[in-house]
């Protein structure tokens, strides 16, 4: 079973519509969650950020939280053809590296398109 | 401001061929990585450097070796290289590798190898 698991879509929705993007994770000590988007052929860019169970906004943007169903969600109000990207959860916790130390673990991501 | 930068942004070798990808990050952080990213696998760390003077493995490290030269740059490289290393390869720097610090990326070099 993968850390982290994410549906990789395709997603296709019209302009204006709401969009609910998923994570499951299996590592209860995960403790810091974070979206992020990436367009085609860029690098990922931080999104939103959180730490703690239930919601946080962001303009457009909602990201929730759910620890005691390991699931995390992030909402996009009004989407615009500029949000079609793809979205990537990632989790912080400590994971068992060669060298010990903490990691950012990513999801497959998810790839959203909003058409006109 | 530049953030991260990484150079070549694409690159064709033949197996058993050696190169270095470079990176650099102009934000004073502490903490570099380097991840490659292929198609339904997502993001997986290669390698990172808590702070200027250590390197640590990370999910992938073999047949990968990194050098952090300063604070600002933190370089990879493959000693021979081989098909299965065909993938698109990031840099990312936070300020510090604890948890809950957010990780900014480059814009990727983009490897072929035949």
């Known amino acids: 079973q993968k850390e982290v698991e994410q549906d990789p879509g395709p997603l296709s929705v019209p302009e204006g519509a709401i969009v609910s993007l998923n994570c499951t994770y299996s590592n209860s000590a995960f403790q810091y969650f974070m979206w992020y988007r990436q367009y085609s052929r860029k690098g990922p860019e931080l999104l939103m950020y959180?730490?703690?169970?239930g919601n946080k906004e962001d303009g457009r943007f909602t990201a929730q939280v759910d620890k005691s169903s390991k699931y995390i969600s992030l909402f996009i109000r009004d989407s615009q053809p500029s949000d079609s990207a793809t979205y990537l959860c990632a989790i912080w916790g400590r994971a068992g590296l060669t060298g010990g130390g903490n990691k950012l673990t990513f999801g497959t991501g998810t790839q959203l398109k909003v058409e006109l | 401001n530049a953030g991260v930068t990484q150079t070549p942004k694409f690159q064709v070798l033949k197996t058993g061929q050696s190169m270095t990808l470079q990176c650099a990050q102009d934000m004073n952080h502490n903490s570099m990585y380097w991840y490659r990213q292929d198609p339904g696998m997502g993001l997986r760390l290669i390698y990172y450097s808590a702070s200027e003077g250590t390197t640590d493995k990370g999910e992938v490290p073999n047949g990968y070796n990194v050098s952090r030269l300063n604070k600002r740059e933190f370089s990879l490289r493959l000693e021979s290289a081989a098909p299965s290393q065909t993938s698109v390869y990031f840099c990312a720097s936070s300020d510090s590798d604890t948890p809950g610090w957010a990780q900014y990326f480059g814009p990727g070099t983009r490897l072929t190898v035949l």
């Open positions: 959180t730490y703690s169970s």
